[in-house]
């Protein structure tokens, strides 16, 4: 087997790899929170404000609804989130953060900022851009249908609203 054909075979070892160090990481800088991990879950509630429903949550982290349940329930239990009546549907339920949430969500954002930094140590600019390009790139070839990805659709309008 050739060089190239072993990189090609290695690259799923190599992001399970990366995401377990990337994790890990941040875990340990948030050691002095109440959380061990879920982190992504509080950042994408702040962001959309808490209004988010359970499953749009799960739709955007590619989980399905048992363990988005159990995540919602260990939040719950740790005081992080509540659970609001959406006021346009009164079926469903949105996701916001309690003071004790939002507070873990912006130290996680702290965090996850501070780690980026190092992630991208020895990095231009230009070639943190492209990483970031390729990276999504990666993940639309992934997925099946990128026009309607929840995650895709939110890259898009946070970009958006980063340039307003």
Request: net charge neutral.
């Amino acid at each position: 087997m050739d060089k190239a054909a072993k990189e090609r075979q290695a690259i799923g070892l190599f992001f399970y790899l990366l995401s377990k160090m990337y994790n890990r990481t941040l875990a340990y800088e948030l050691h002095f929170t109440p959380l061990d991990r879920h982190f992504h879950t509080l950042w994408l509630i702040y962001e959309h404000k808490s209004q988010i429903s359970q499953q749009a949550l799960a739709d955007l982290l590619k989980i399905d609804k048992a363990a988005m349940t159990r995540i919602v329930r260990d939040l719950e239990k740790k005081g992080m989130i509540v659970r609001r009546e959406n006021p346009h549907d009164g079926r469903s339920y949105w996701l916001a953060l309690s003071r004790k949430g939002e507070q873990t969500a912006k130290d996680a954002l702290e965090a996850i900022d501070e780690l980026h930094t190092e992630v991208f140590m020895g990095f231009s600019p230009d070639e943190e851009k492209q990483f970031m390009q390729m990276l999504e790139r990666v993940y639309k070839n992934l997925t099946l249908q990128p026009e309607s990805d929840a995650f895709l659709c939110f890259l898009k309008s946070t970009r958006e609203s980063q340039k307003s």
